[in-house]
């Protein structure tokens, strides 16, 4: 069912694309075993499976094979109950790609036996999905690695994996390999499917088994998923042909490739039905969406014009890139309803010249116009973003339009990041010049300016009646509930425990920077 040989090594004819000496230093390890394209080599006393592991060239390339669909995903038998009695604990980094990864391997676990532990000390097998986009991710995994490490000797028998989007990176593998020997499986986004067999092999070969595929797989459809609560995630397309220089996920992630729609409705409609209130429809550029259809022309605009018509109240979209976002997209969301109106749009600099160097391929004006269009069409638009600071060569004056767009878009929120150097992509090799003091600086200007907007947004809202999703209670009052509105802000108010997953009515009294609270409108019962 699955793709046969992902780049597997040849490390013996010294043919093949890869220089295995950058994994690791091979002067003392030797080949034990190599069949199916499986090699086995005995280093520093551990044996390591190699079935594939990740390569740039290949990642990078977008070649025109089709992408297949199956629909037969099915646990090997003999996995089928190997996870009775035994517990898992997964730890997610990063973006709600990584938290949906997750919910998938949650479902392929539960399929095999295993029950959810939130102690790590109980579990029999914890899996780490991480996130590359910045240094500082990559680190907290390293930290918790040099955690688990003691878990391990404690418990010899514990299985521990490392997946997500750092296991497809050349560098973090070679350094697993290397320096954090006791973890068992390293695979990565394109064979979550794989989880079963991958635990099979390292449970009975007792050898640490590296699989990740550097070319992107099909889309596999029926794979389960363990959703909780009233909000869910659905996948829309994988992958990102963007490449904007900075960016490791075009890497990480593979080609773009979209879902059938039907895939996308059937499944929509099925949340519908078991009672979910909100779905967000995920994909690294959701604005791509369809363009890879050959047979078909549907775009990302058609598919929100047929969720409109599911019975579900609120949809959301999470992230477009503002160079694809087109008429009909702006069309349809003017149309409401179950389409929220509230737009992540990303930006990631104010300045024309910085843009181009990122290559987002759009300018500061065409950005604006975008904006303006959005909020003509979608009454009570409300925006949002993120910023990247500090990108090579930015100036101060770069900077400072950076600042004047954001007071001129009015963002309710944004996500603010120092720009963080990713091996392998473009912008690594350009020269990083702005000292980390200013950096700093920037970012806390920055800062500054998005939470003075926030307050002034949410302070025009006192005395508004807002509809929110009661979700649960507050984080620090338990007699306090909390819930988003459409907007996607948070609410807290006073109401009893039963509201938790319906819709009520809110009256603004008071705002925060980050929340706003009120009181529920009198004559308002829940409403569903
Ligand atoms: N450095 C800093 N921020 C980055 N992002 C992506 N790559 C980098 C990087 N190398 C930010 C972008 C993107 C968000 C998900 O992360 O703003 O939109
Ligand atoms: Fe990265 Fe750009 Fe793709 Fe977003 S659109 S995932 S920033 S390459």
């Known amino acids: 069912m699955t793709k046969g040989n992902h780049n597997s090594p040849d490390l013996k004819s010294g043919k093949g694309s890869k220089d295995y000496s950058r994994y690791f230093d091979f002067s003392d390890a030797k080949v034990i075993s190599e069949e199916e394209g499986k090699i086995t080599y005995r280093i520093k006393g551990r044996n ?18 089709e992408i297949e669909v199956h629909y037969d995903f099915e646990i090997p038998e003999e996995m089928q109950n190997f996870g009775v009695d035994k517990y898992y604990h997964i730890t997610t980094y990063g973006c709600q790609m990584n938290e949906h990864d997750t919910e998938t391997m949650k479902g392929l676990l539960e399929q095999m036996g295993y029950k959810s532990v939130d102690d790590r000390n109980h579990a029999d097998i914890i899996l780490l999905n991480t996130c590359a986009i910045r240094e500082n991710a990559e680190d907290k995994v390293f930290g918790e690695l040099g955690h688990l490490k003691n878990l391990k000797i404690e418990k010899p028998g514990l299985l521990l994996g490392v997946c997500g989007c750092m296991s497809q990176e050349e560098g973090v593998v070679n350094r697993i390999m290397s320096k954090h020997g ?35 797989g099909d889309i596999i459809e029926n794979l389960p998923k363990k959703r909780e609560g009233m909000r869910a995630w659905v996948n829309i397309m994988y992958g990102c042909d963007k490449f904007c220089t900075y960016c490791i996920v075009p890497f990480t992630r593979g080609k773009e490739r979209s879902r059938r729609p039907e895939d996308v409705i059937a499944e929509v409609r099925e949340l519908a039905r078991q009672g979910f209130k909100e779905v967000t429809l995920l994909g690294q550029n959701v604005n791509a969406y369809g363009k890879d259809f050959t047979d078909i022309d549907y775009t990302f605009g058609d598919l929100m014009d047929d969720m409109r018509l599911i019975d579900i109240p609120r949809i959301r979209f999470m992230t477009s890139h503002p160079r694809d976002f087109d008429d009909k997209l702006i069309e349809v969301l003017g149309k409401g309803g179950n389409l929220v109106e509230h737009i992540h749009l990303p930006v990631q600099s104010g300045s024309t010249a910085v843009l181009k160097k990122m290559s987002r391929k759009y300018t500061r004006e065409a950005y604006l116009e975008l904006v303006r269009k959005i909020k003509i069409s979608v009454p009570n638009a409300v925006l949002s973003t993120d910023i990247i600071v500090g990108f090579p060569g930015e100036t101060d004056e770069q900077f400072e339009d950076t600042l004047s767009l954001v007071r001129e878009v009015g963002y309710d929120m944004a996500y603010t990041f120092i ?12 020269e990083d010049n702005v000292p980390m003091s200013v950096k700093s600086e920037r970012l806390q200007r920055l800062n500054d300016l998005i939470k ?3 307050r002034i947004i949410n302070d025009r809202m006192l005395g508004e009646v807002v509809e929110v999703l009661v979700e649960g209670e507050s984080k620090n009052n338990s007699e306090v509930l909390s819930g988003r509105s459409r907007a996607n802000k948070l609410v807290h108010f006073e109401g009893p425990k039963e509201l938790i997953g319906t819709f009520v009515k809110v009256r603004i009294t008071d705002t925060k920077t980050w929340y706003i609270k009120g009181d529920i409108v009198a004559e308002a019962a829940a409403v569903h």
């Open 48 to 65: 390591v499976q190699i079935n594939s592991q990740p390569d740039y060239k290949e990642g990078k390339r977008r070649g025109k094979e």
């Open 182 to 216: 006791f973890v068992d499986m390293i695979f990565g986004t394109h064979n979550i499917h794989r989880l079963p067999h991958l635990i099979k092999e390292a449970v009975f070969s007792k050898e640490l088994v590296v699989e990740v595929w550097s070319k992107e």
């Open 452 to 454: 003075e907007n926030s």
């Open 419 to 430: 720009y963080s150097p990713r091996e392998g992509t473009p912008a690594a090799a350009m």
